[in-house]
């Protein structure tokens, strides 16, 4: 049975919405544990590209507030469903873009709640990680390498 990971971690906030960090992780997935991912940047871009294509989602928050907020309630459903009925575990970039938004608490709250382990890479000190945040960790790790030292021995048995 092939495993998939849900890609947690900042978007609105981040650079390039958090891509280049998610990218990387996927491709290290496939390539070494066979694992599949869910990379909520890009299903957020197939998503809006297909059903939204002549609206400017980042702009529509100024624009079009009412729109803006019915966009984001369906990307809010079509995130929480992945990780419910599809995802196995949460591989979660916490720092500071993931601290100014919202997603990745509620992300990881909803990991936590169905029993999803959360594994958590810090890109900020421990002090300034919310309580909630780390509850909802199975593990922290200090960096990528030492969480892909952790996956692979986790799941290549």
Not at 24 to 45: C, T
Not at 90 to 103: F, K, L, N, P, T
Request: charge should be negative; include cysteine.
């Amino acid at each position: 049975m092939k495993l998939t990971a849900y890609l947690s971690g900042g978007m609105e906030y981040a650079e390039n919405y958090g891509a280049d960090w998610r990218t990387e992780i996927e491709s290290w997935l496939k390539k070494n544990l066979n694992h599949d991912a869910f990379n909520p940047v890009r299903a957020s871009e197939e998503f809006l590209g297909s059903r939204y294509p002549d609206v400017d989602f980042r702009l529509s928050k100024v624009n079009d507030f009412e729109k803006h907020r019915q966009i984001a309630k369906e990307i809010v459903l079509l995130d929480s469903r992945e990780i419910i009925l599809r995802s196995d575990y949460v591989i979660c970039y916490y720092d500071e873009s993931a601290q100014r938004g919202a997603g990745t608490k509620g992300e990881l709250t909803i990991a936590a709640l169905t029993g999803k382990p959360v594994y958590l890479i810090r890109g900020m000190v421990v002090p300034d990680i919310p309580s909630w945040v780390i509850g909802c960790a199975e593990r922290i790790f200090d960096g990528f390498d030492e969480l892909k030292n952790f996956l692979g021995a986790e799941y290549r048995r």
